[in-house]
């Protein structure tokens, strides 16, 4: 999840950064960009011709009514095979051991190509060929001002039905073993895990970069989509912050129009819906807006943290969170990748383990309580509760404080996603 990493982490500088998201600005360089695959590059010119012409379609997209049509790719009773908790663990560690290693040794951008060039090596390793997987590169402004290019990494599978596709999406630039390792570790635990099944809709996994600077890269993709391509995409599925938080959460919702009180909070969550009652389907519980609306009014705090239970952002219209209120559930902030799609009227699905019923109690993140970037009731942990982009985000320290919790958070998330990939 993105949070605003120049500054320290004071109250103040959260303002800015909930403020920052909740303005849904983030404006796009661009010029000098380009996708590889194909050797296709683009002039600044075509680049803002494609965004303007994809900007005004997506108003008229109803993929959504295709949505509630819909059914899981498998049920309970398969559950285990499609179940990639095993190697999305060692993925993880191989990830966060590599962090701790590289360290301050290495500049983060080195870093993150290093792991982007893992990414594309698994893939091939799994069987996937190497025209399947498109190196997108774009450059955009950092918050110093200073010119950085960046590289989104997407495999696409072809679907018996390519008239249709479905996207999930995870960024690795981020420096924490939950932000992002969690993501991506999943993320390619399944792609590798599915390199044998052929969904029935097209797939395209995207592993993000620049997520940590604005959501660069999934912005990028997102303006870079045809009219053609928004309105056959069913839904993007966005995996960040798996790893450390008390709460596995399931979002959906489209909180920018949520945002300018142009719509209520019941629409556009078909695709938050269907991920919830695929989650069922799979034997799993899910507390939903009603579950959890008005919860923490009557008890005082959230409820008791099962492993096999999927919540969600629990403040309404009519129960707002004690302070710091933003958007109404099942929506989550605009803080992440999923937002750039949202922006073009494509619904989204968003995996994030966290605790949005936490109170920091403390001034440095006193104006994160109740957002959802406080992770656990535990203040006397990582930056009072918080581990994303901050330096206690480690392997060493999931381990320490958490240990089983990744792996619990995975055999919840893992089954569901490849049910939701696997859609018919």
């Not at 799979?282 to 005082?300: I, K, N, Q, S, W």
Request: some cysteine.
């Amino acid at each position: 999840m993105k949070l605003n990493k120049r500054l320290t982490l004071c109250g103040l500088c959260v303002c800015w950064a909930l403020s920052a998201a909740l303005s849904g600005c983030s404006d796009l360089d661009a010029s000098q960009t380009s996708r590889e695959s194909g050797g296709t590059e683009q002039t600044k010119a075509e680049s803002t011709a494609t965004v303007s012409e994809g900007t005004e379609a997506a108003d008229i997209n109803t993929a959504y009514l295709r949505i509630p049509k819909l059914s899981a790719g498998f049920d309970a009773r398969e559950k285990a095979a499609y179940d990639f908790t095993e190697p999305a663990m060692k993925y993880l560690e191989q990830i966060g051991k590599g962090l701790e290693a590289d360290g301050a040794a290495a500049s983060a951008q080195s870093n993150v190509v290093k792991l982007g060039d893992w990414i594309v090596e698994e893939l091939v390793q799994a069987g996937y060929r190497k025209d399947q997987i498109e190196q997108q590169h774009f450059a955009y402004e950092d918050y110093t001002g200073k010119q950085q290019s960046g590289r989104n990494i997407i495999l696409t599978v072809e679907g018996e039905d390519p008239s249709q596709q479905i996207l999930a999406g995870a960024h690795y630039d981020g420096d924490g073993v939950g932000d992002n390792g969690s993501g991506v570790a999943l993320l390619l635990a399944n792609a590798v895990g599915l390199a044998k099944t052929k969904p029935h809709y097209t797939v395209r996994y995207i592993f993000f970069d620049a997520e940590e600077v604005g959501r660069e890269g999934s912005n990028y993709y997102s303006r870079q989509m045809t009219p053609e391509e928004v309105r056959s995409t069913l839904y993007m599925i966005n995996l960040d912050s798996l790893a450390f938080g008390d709460y596995c959460n399931i979002y959906g919702g489209d909180m920018v129009k949520i945002k300018d009180e142009t719509t209520t909070q019941d629409d556009r969550i078909e695709a938050y819906t269907f991920a919830a009652d695929t989650a069922e389907k799979l034997g799993f519980r899910v507390m939903r807006t009603a579950d959890l609306d008005g919860y923490f009014e009557a008890h005082g705090t959230g409820p008791e943290i099962q492993m096999d239970t999927l919540y969600t952002n629990p403040w309404t219209a009519d129960h707002q969170s004690p302070a710091n209120y933003s958007v109404p559930s099942p929506a989550t902030l605009p803080a992440s990748d999923h937002e750039g799609f949202a922006e073009r009227d494509i619904e989204y699905i968003y995996f994030e383990a966290t605790n949005w019923f936490a109170e920091g109690e403390n001034d440095e993140v006193e104006a994160s309580s109740y957002t959802g970037f406080v992770e656990t009731f535990n203040y006397s942990l990582g930056l009072h509760g918080m581990f994303m982009n901050t330096e206690h985000d480690t392997w060493e320290n999931l381990n320490k404080y958490f240990p089983g919790r990744a792996e619990e958070h995975f055999e919840l998330y893992s089954p569901l996603l490849s049910a939701l990939l696997l859609a018919k």
